[in-house]
């Protein structure tokens, strides 16, 4: 340790120093049994984001003078900083967080969940502080240079105290609505219910399916076999398919049918299930059985027909190619809205972004409620902002050495 912290200091010191930082998370989460550390909300993390700033410049302006300090503000420690709050979000996107029962490491240093774990909030904290001094150390000359500077290293300073201390005031509830039900004003995180300042009406629940697939399935087990030589494949009116030994023409396909006596009807309606008549032929080409097989629903079992003493063949369930609810939001202060809520398309409603999120799959098709998730984020605008300033900062970096070139 005699060859640390000797003047001047350099990268050794720099990662000796920042490391110091994460150690001492992961002794706090130990010694806090890996509750890791809970998140402010408004107004006390935009307290705690003044404090930082006020203390960044109150070291500017009467500590810098002081080796160590000016030192906070160099390229090595600024360096070794990024690089020690890298590892740690390195290990946030290697382990599995929000574990139920995570064990060994993992849970004595709270390792699952890193976004809360004390070892990445310090670092975070001490990243934003020397990123402060570099900041404003560099900004005392005002040019054109150091304003793109400045747009970039201010604009990542935002995202960062944004993202870290901004997440307490982020809201991500579920919400279970029925059709032909009342509008629903409560959702809930899985813990807790609460009253939302909306409601959500479920006007209809649509989902639109692939067809289904056929399937070899093994007499003794009632498994499905799949290998090479057996690929589940979609069925279409007309096809020809080959599954192990058998050959299978499909004669006739409704996507949605009812059984009657030993035939079945297209028939639209709840409960119905997809259907085909199939005929069966061994490797020499020898009809083996023609028959209706149909898909199994929550009203229906499955209808297979026996190949051989070994197999049967049947239909697996179709599987969703889009699911959409189309639904009423309402306000307290009065405002209507309609619209459609599809996977991937989230619809925005008074601060909240909807997102389709899942149904009941034990009905399939005829579900009659859906499931929405409903994300609030009132600091998305200023983490916006932040990443516009590292935007034009970067165009502006660009343009300058593309100027150069020239």
Request: hydrophobic share 50%; with cysteine; glycine share 6%.
């Amino acid at each position: 340790m005699n060859t640390f912290f000797k003047k001047p200091f350099g990268y050794k010191e720099a990662f000796l120093f920042s490391f110091i930082f994460p150690v001492i998370g992961f002794f706090s989460e130990i010694l806090s049994e890996s509750n890791g550390i809970l998140i402010p909300k408004a107004p006390y993390n935009i307290h705690i984001i003044l404090g930082i700033i006020i203390l960044i410049v109150f070291t500017h302006l009467f500590l810098v003078k002081l080796y160590f300090f000016k030192w906070l503000s160099t390229a090595p420690i600024a360096i070794a900083n990024i690089c020690c709050t890298a590892f740690l979000v390195l290990l946030m996107a290697i382990i599995p967080q929000l574990q139920n029962n995570p064990s060994g490491l993992v849970k004595i240093l709270g390792l699952s969940h890193m976004s809360k774990n004390w070892a990445l909030i310090l670092s975070g904290f001490f990243l934003l502080y020397t990123l402060g001094l570099v900041i404003l150390r560099r900004f005392q000359k005002f040019n054109v240079k150091n304003i793109v500077f400045f747009l970039n290293h201010a604009g990542l300073w935002i995202i960062i105290a944004v993202a870290g201390l901004g997440s307490g005031d982020l809201s991500r509830l579920s919400i279970y609505v029925w059709e032909n039900s009342q509008p629903e004003w409560r959702a809930g995180d899985g813990k807790n219910s609460y009253e939302l300042p909306i409601a959500i009406k479920l006007i209809d629940f649509e989902i639109d399916e692939f067809n289904p697939e056929l399937a070899l399935v093994e007499n003794a087990t009632g498994n499905v076999i799949i290998d090479e030589d057996n690929k589940i494949q979609m069925i279409e009116n007309g096809g020809i398919y080959y599954l192990h030994e058998f050959k299978i023409i499909v004669e006739d396909f409704y996507e949605l049918a009812m059984r009657i006596d030993t035939n079945y009807i297209e028939f639209y309606d709840v409960g119905a299930t997809p259907a085909a008549k199939i005929a069966v032929y061994d490797k020499y080409d020898n009809l083996i059985v023609r028959d209706w097989i149909s898909a199994e629903n929550y009203m229906m079992s499955p209808k297979l027909v026996w190949a051989s003493n070994k197999y049967s063949i049947g239909l697996l369930p179709p599987e969703p190619k889009k699911f959409s609810s189309k639904v009423e939001l309402f306000a307290q202060d009065g405002t209507k809205k309609e619209a459609v809520i599809e996977v991937n398309k989230p619809v925005n409603f008074k601060g909240w972004k909807i997102y389709q999120l899942s149904y009941d799959e034990s009905k399939g098709r005829w579900s009659e409620v859906s499931v929405l998730e409903l994300v609030r984020d009132p600091w998305i605008p200023v983490v916006y902002v932040g990443v516009f300033m590292v935007l034009f900062g970067a165009i502006y970096l660009f343009w300058i050495g593309k100027k150069s070139k020239e």
